[in-house]
């Protein structure tokens, strides 16, 4: 049985930092594109960023890019998302996802499993 589990969100300032950490099991994560998702509330869930298999190619929402870094560990099956400078529209709650059939995928309906969510919240 996949299980992604996230961690890392809480509560932070305007400008702060924070790191989510996505841990997987019960799949081969070094054959799944690994992604990153958030849902603001009253809004759609929306692509934020995504890496290949082997981490060589990164992809990012346009409203996130340059402040935010996806990585990935095999060692640990753990991705990671380094989000620094947040703003309050950063607040949302951010699912984890892998696509074990593309080589990355910025598309939801790409993935095939998903991470329960954890909140970031950012006050202004």
């Known amino acids: 049985q996949v299980h992604l589990v996230e961690s890392g969100g809480g509560l932070v300032q305007a400008g702060g930092s924070l790191r989510l950490s996505c841990a997987a099991s019960?799949?081969?994560?070094?054959?799944?594109?690994m992604g990153w998702f958030r849902q603001a509330p009253g809004k759609e869930r929306e692509f934020v960023a995504a890496?290949?298999?082997?981490?060589?190619?990164?992809l990012y929402a346009d409203s996130v890019k340059g402040r935010f870094t996806i990585s990935r560990d095999s060692a640990k099956n753990t991705v990671y998302l380094q989000m620094n400078s947040l703003k309050p529209e950063d607040t949302a709650v951010y699912y984890c996802?892998?696509?074990?059939?593309?080589?990355?995928?910025?598309?939801?309906?790409?993935?095939?499993?998903w991470g329960q969510g954890t909140q970031v919240t950012v006050s202004s």
């Open positions: 996802a892998a696509d074990p059939d593309t080589a990355i995928a910025t598309l939801e309906r790409s993935y095939d499993y």
């Open positions: 019960g799949l081969t994560f070094s054959s799944c594109a």
């Open positions: 890496i290949s298999r082997r981490g060589a190619t990164t």
